[in-house]
């Protein structure tokens, strides 16, 4: 697979999520939803930290959100200059298609999100009891401290426990709770290819290990 249609992979995976998340930021007050189906949200909330939210203050007591913020931009920048020489040196390498679409969907996921933590500071407004302006004269933060837009919720099951369950009767349980966007999206999905299409996107181990047998 050529590095040409890698790119055009990652190009679209990154206008979708560029698009959508300029059109909730623009469009949505902070904590707004539509309810599309009984199981599927537009939500919109804002991701200050890692994954679920999780932000370096949390783990490491005496940071400040704002040196935490920027260390994990900081680190997401390198990580994704290692994703891009992965992609690269596997499509010199003429690596399995599997394996290239893969690494494309995570790079692409990764820079996408890459995309809000350094620039949406600087360019939107706040979104809270109001739409943000894109371009705005008065932004909210400062290069490398945006926030990430999330939007896609989809809780599949909201109800309340029965009382006769153990430890959590009468409690509410969710499922799915977390809500995420198109650039999450890709890079879970290049994960999943990787982990259920483990012996095509690398034959050459699977071969090894068959040998071995």
Known sequence: MSLKKASFIIILVLVIDQISKIYIKTNF????????????KILFIENEGAAWGTKISDIIPGVSDEAGKLFLTVFRLFAICGIGYWLYDNVKKKATPTLIIAISLIFAGALGNIIDSVFYGII??????????????????????????????????????????PIWGGSNFRFFEPVFNIADSAISIGVGVLLVFNKKAFPEKAGIKAQKR
């Not at 007050?29 to 599927?40: D, K």
Request: glycine share 8%; aromatic share 22%; proline share 6%.
């Open 124 to 165: 939107f407004n706040d979104s809270y009891g109001q739409v943000a302006t894109l371009f705005a004269e008065q932004p909210y933060g400062t290069l490398f401290h945006g926030k990430v837009v999330d939007m896609l919720h989809f809780p599949i099951i909201d109800t309340v426990l029965p009382e006769w369950f």
């Open 29 to 40: 007050v902070l904590g707004e939803y539509v309810e599309v189906f009984s199981w599927f």
